[in-house]
């Protein structure tokens, strides 16, 4: 796990060094894609997210809204008890503070996402050594912030084609762990589609 002073520094030289080779500018964008997630299990599920520029200057500080959403179908077991016939799912909603350094045909990404990561399982518990079968349900919620880097290649003024990778800084039970993807991205200026 990355410690804080580390991240420091290292977004400290991408500010620094950015003044030498940024240039363009940012408009407001929408980023949907796919991804593979988790600690323990994988994953699969899809993202989405709105990116605003706070201002438009040559590079950037961004407002970003995402929402990720993510399954397994895999069942859980435990000693004595297993999950059969179950849907293991997380939906993260965060707003993500970030800067973006802008070259001739790449955009990078970097971002501080914060919010919550809702974990959500259903199925049914079975205990074979008992014997018994029985309805399982359960929901939990966790506070979830860390790292998102984003590279992107400029297909052209308004589509983009990139990965998408989010490192937690903070680990909890639900195993609302890493996040990995590939997204398609149209930008916007003014409210209207550049072309």
């Known amino acids: 796990m990355y ?40 994953y699969y599920g899809t993202y989405s997210k709105y990116i605003m520029p706070l201002s438009q200057k040559k590079h950037p500080f961004t407002l970003a809204f995402s929402l990720v959403a993510y399954f397994d179908f895999k069942g859980e077991s435990e000693p004595d008890a297993y999950l ?43 205990n074979e050594r ?9 929901k939990e919620i966790f506070f979830n912030y860390g790292l998102s880097f984003s590279p992107k290649y400029r297909l052209n003024d308004s589509n983009s084609l990139g990965l998408y990778s989010f490192f937690p800084f903070t680990s909890d039970k639900a195993q609302s762990g890493y996040q990995i993807g590939i997204g398609w991205t149209k930008t916007f200026v003014n409210g209207v589609d550049k072309e």
């Open 130 to 138: 008992v014997g018994f079968e029985r309805g399982f349900s359960n």
């Open 84 to 126: 059969k016939n179950d849907i293991d799912m997380r939906l993260i909603p965060t707003m993500n503070i970030g800067y973006a350094l802008n070259f001739n045909k790449i955009q990078v990404h970097f971002e501080l996402p914060i919010g919550a990561s809702f974990a959500f399982t259903k199925g049914t518990l079975v």
């Open 3 to 42: 410690s804080v002073t580390r991240m420091l520094v290292i977004i400290c030289l991408i500010f620094g060094s950015s003044s030498l080779y940024a240039q363009n500018t940012n408009n407001n964008a929408l980023e949907i894609g796919l991804l593979g997630a988790g600690d323990e299990a994988l």
